[in-house]
Structures are given as C-alpha cells and as structure tokens.
C-alpha cells in the first residue's frame, strides 16, 4: 500500500514530467508551426506560457524528491503549483490561439490568467514558509 507521501511525491514527479514534456512539444509547436500564424507579440506570449510551464514544471521534479513532502504543506503547494501552472499557461494558450483563429469565446478566459498567477504565488509562499521551518 502506497503511503500518503509517497503518492504526493508521485503526483508531483508525474506532474513535473508532464510539464516539461508537454513544455518542449508546445515550444517547437510556437517556434516552428505558430511562427507564421501569431504577430510577434502573440508569439511573445504563448513563449511565456511555455516558460512558465517549463521552470514550473522542473521545479515540481525537484519538489518531488523532497523526503519532507509528506506535510500538508507541502501538499498544498504542490496543488497550488500545479493548478496555477494549468490556469496561467493553459489559458495563455487559449487565449494566443484563439484570437489567431478567431474563437469568440476566449475573452472569457482573460480572468483565468491572474488566477493562476496567485495561485502560483501561493504555492511558493507555501513552500517556503514550510522549508524555512524544516531543522537541518
């Protein structure tokens, strides 16, 4: 049986690889396919979602293989990072895509945005308050 630990140690990792591995395919996918359909700022900004995504994505790998994750804190800040990285990039995505391709819903998706970016914040200052606690 898989203890509490363990298995947020595993989200994280599972989480982390996704990220980067989903991070390098979109990166090619702007930089090759996308290069000739977005404006220079469009590309500016799907680049930023991808970045986002990538040094989140490495950071949770790292996260990962923290002995300590098995405290509530660190629990909450792997969640935070994750659905803050979905909210923040995910939506920039959308967002680039759909103006390019004229989907008229997307504006809706401009408050998702800052959501994941506060998630994110949130998630750091987790972490941290937990590893500032943590004797060495």
Same mark, same amino acid.
């Given at each position: 049986?898989?203890?509490?630990?363990?298995?947020?140690?595993?989200?994280?990792?599972?989480?982390?690889? #996704? +990220?980067?591995?989903?991070?390098?395919?979109?990166?090619? +996918?702007?930089?090759?396919?996308?290069?000739?359909? =977005?404006?220079?700022?469009?590309?500016?900004?799907?680049?930023?979602? !991808?970045?986002?995504?990538?040094?989140?994505?490495?950071?949770?790998?790292?996260?990962?293989? &923290?002995?300590?994750?098995?405290?509530?804190? +660190?629990?909450?800040?792997?969640?935070?990072?994750?659905?803050?990285?979905?909210? +923040?990039? #995910?939506?920039?995505? =959308? =967002?680039?895509?759909?103006?390019?391709?004229?989907?008229?819903?997307?504006?809706?998706?401009?408050?998702?945005?800052?959501?994941?970016?506060?998630?994110? &914040? =949130?998630?750091?200052?987790?972490?941290?308050?937990? !590893?500032?606690?943590?004797?060495?």
């Amino acid at each position: 049986m898989m203890k509490d630990g363990d298995r947020y140690m595993r989200i994280s990792l599972v989480w982390g690889g #996704v +990220f980067m591995l989903t991070g390098v395919v979109l990166g090619a +996918f702007g930089a090759h396919a996308l290069k000739a359909l =977005l404006s220079e700022s469009q590309l500016v900004s799907f680049n930023t979602g !991808v970045r986002y995504q990538m040094i989140h994505g490495l950071a949770l790998l790292i996260i990962g293989t &923290i002995s300590g994750l098995k405290s509530i804190s +660190f629990k909450w800040s792997v969640g935070s990072i994750i659905a803050g990285t979905l909210c +923040f990039s #995910v939506s920039i995505y =959308l =967002l680039v895509l759909g103006h390019a391709w004229n989907w008229s819903w997307v504006s809706a998706l401009g408050p998702i945005t800052p959501l994941g970016g506060t998630l994110l &914040i =949130l998630g750091w200052a987790i972490f941290i308050a937990k !590893v500032t606690k943590i004797k060495v």
